[in-house]
């Protein structure tokens, strides 16, 4: 408990602020630049788990074309830039968006369609459904409606250029700051034992963003249920056969 | 030639390559859209994707072979590109040749199964199974294709072949001295470019992009890199071979982005081949077609 004292203040000595910038005036242009790209160039994980999945095909194809904005879908988490939960959210469905935001790569967007994840929507009243998306993980752009057209979502895409653009996109490193926050809220929702194979952590302490909030009594209680990660079993196994010894 | 000229024209040549398969991967996108109907990337696009991928701040290796495969992607056809001859500058062509060429543009697959393997994704390893086994089609016929031209002109010098070529005028080109071998190439460029609809071992929707499932970042970045270097090869292979190589920049830009659109043109015809019909179909067509070329030009 002594060592993560000692992270911690090291942490607050340490902790970047939100929009404060290095002192080289070549490094400002060296990240104007990169926001720049950034913001022309999204991969996007459009993790489709409700009806607002269906307007992303037109979105993406001839009639409002995407890809003249430079927003590509990607398939793979490694490869992703924003994740896109398009729809309402269930618990069972959460525990896989938490895996899979977890493993995207920083500098990371979540983007939130249709009035479900913002309050649960038309699900208010559901008891399998995480209504507020934003108490899971943090949320850079929201989209409202019921569902949003194509236009609404590439308006969305384009505000969160803009903020990308101008640095203030900062929401992935929100979940470093306080992530004892929103696993808490993730322990409310999964039980004591959640655990992901993601050492967020270790990423907070990488990149300098650990704050007294980052550790807690949730990241504590993490800490005891932890169990290490092992690879899965190789079997090949017929139906009806005994396993070969 | 004086060392130091040819240190220049071996930094010189990847560049140029690069800058131009950066071009040529905008075309294959603009192509690929306005076919579609839709407008397509911005004219920039290819740079904007490559910085903001090496610029990610998480960087996930898998290991110290998951980089050096990555490396040895890239570099294998760095290696190609000094052995091509480009107007005004020729590298390392007439000291490698065909045969050395043929074997430096194996090398990046083989890098890229490597650096999939330690990523121990199932997808990945699906993915670069397939790919190989795609290689393997598509040798068979280009190897057919390189032995009727290099038996054709009497070198496996690719300096020598453009200036043979260039001597006798459009009459002497290897596309009208040897049109058979040609149309094996032509059908076999899709396949060596890994596009549609030969791209089984990419399938994003399937196995969620084969080789590189677990690639973020610098190592994708790496991919796009070589993309545009892959793209580059194959073109000016084709121009080399059959199309009189280039009197100058102009005519060669010409030639060479002409020979990558003619496939990019009708790729969207055709679903996806699974990949023994890739197999079957490359040992048939373009191999029956090169073995009545190579028949002809031998007598």
Redesign the interface.
């Known amino acids: 408990m002594s060592a993560e004292k000692s992270t911690i203040n090291r942490g607050h000595e340490l902790q970047v602020e939100v929009g404060q910038k290095r002192t080289n005036p070549l490094a400002h242009v060296f990240d104007d630049?990169?926001n720049f790209?950034?913001s022309?160039?999204m991969f996007m994980l459009h993790y489709c788990t409700g009806c607002g999945a269906i307007e992303l095909p037109p979105a993406m194809?001839?009639r409002f074309?995407m890809?003249?904005l430079?927003i590509q879908?990607?398939?793979?988490p490694?490869?992703a830039?924003i994740l896109l939960i398009t729809g309402y959210v269930s618990i069972k469905t959460l525990k896989r968006i938490m895996l899979t935001y977890e493993q995207m790569?920083?500098?990371k967007y979540v983007i939130g369609i249709c009035s479900c994840t913002v309050n649960g929507g038309m699900y208010w009243q559901s008891y399998a459904t995480a209504k507020v998306l934003k108490d899971y993980l943090p949320v850079d752009v929201f989209i409202a409606g019921c569902m949003p057209r194509p236009e609404a979502v590439i308006e969305g895409l384009k505000v969160l250029m803009e903020d990308i653009k101008t640095g203030r996109a900062n929401s992935w490193k929100k979940y470093f700051r306080n992530y004892d926050h929103y696993l808490g809220k993730q322990q409310q929702l999964f039980g004591e034992a959640w655990q992901t194979p993601t050492d967020i952590i270790a990423?907070a302490r990488r990149?300098d963003l650990i704050t007294d909030q980052t550790l807690g009594e949730h990241t504590a209680l993490l800490e005891k249920h932890q169990q290490p990660m092992e690879a899965l079993e190789m079997r090949l196994q017929g139906p009806g056969e005994k396993q070969p010894l | 030639m004086s060392v130091s000229h040819l240190i220049v024209e071996l930094v010189l040549m990847p560049l140029v390559a690069f800058v131009v398969g950066l071009g040529m991967v905008l075309m294959m996108?603009k192509i690929a859209?306005r076919l579609?109907?839709?407008?397509?990337?911005?004219f920039?696009?290819p740079?904007?994707?490559i910085?903001?991928l090496y610029?990610?701040?998480?960087?996930?290796s898998h290991g110290m072979i998951h980089e050096m495969g990555i490396i040895m992607a890239v570099g294998g056809y760095i290696a190609a590109e000094t052995l091509l001859p480009v107007p005004g500058m020729d590298g390392l062509a007439d000291k490698g040749g065909l045969v050395t060429l043929a074997y430096v543009m194996m090398v990046p697959s083989l890098g890229l199964a490597l650096g999939v393997g330690q990523c121990a994704n199932p997808n990945g390893s699906i993915g670069i199974s397939r790919a190989l086994t795609a290689m393997l089609a598509y040798d068979i016929p280009f190897i057919l294709v390189i032995f009727g031209v290099a038996w054709v002109y009497g070198t496996t010098n690719l300096a020598d072949m453009i200036a043979i070529q260039q001597q006798g005028g459009p009459q002497t080109w290897g596309v009208m001295q040897m049109p058979l071998l040609a149309l094996a190439g032509l059908i076999t460029l899709p396949a060596m470019l890994g596009k549609h609809p030969y791209e089984i071992y990419i399938a994003?929707?399937e196995i969620?992009?084969g080789p590189?499932?677990?690639?973020?970042?610098k190592f994708?970045g790496g991919l796009f890199v070589m993309q545009c270097f892959q793209i580059y090869t194959v073109g000016v292979l084709y121009t080399t071979l059959f199309l009189g190589g280039g009197e100058n920049w102009l005519t060669f830009l010409a030639k060479i982005f002409a020979v990558v659109a003619v496939p990019m043109s009708i790729a969207y015809l055709f679903p996806r081949y699974r990949t023994e019909d890739v197999l079957r179909l490359m040992w048939k067509w373009p191999v029956l077609i090169g073995l009545v070329g190579l028949a002809v030009v031998m007598k």
């Open positions: 630049l990169m790209c950034r022309r160039s194809t001839s074309d890809e003249r430079g879908p990607m398939v793979t490694r490869q830039d790569p920083a500098p990423e990149y | 996108r859209a579609q109907r839709r407008v397509g990337p911005p920039l696009q740079i904007y994707d910085l903001k610029g990610k701040q998480t960087q996930i994003p929707a969620a992009t590189m499932v677990e690639m973020g970042g994708m």
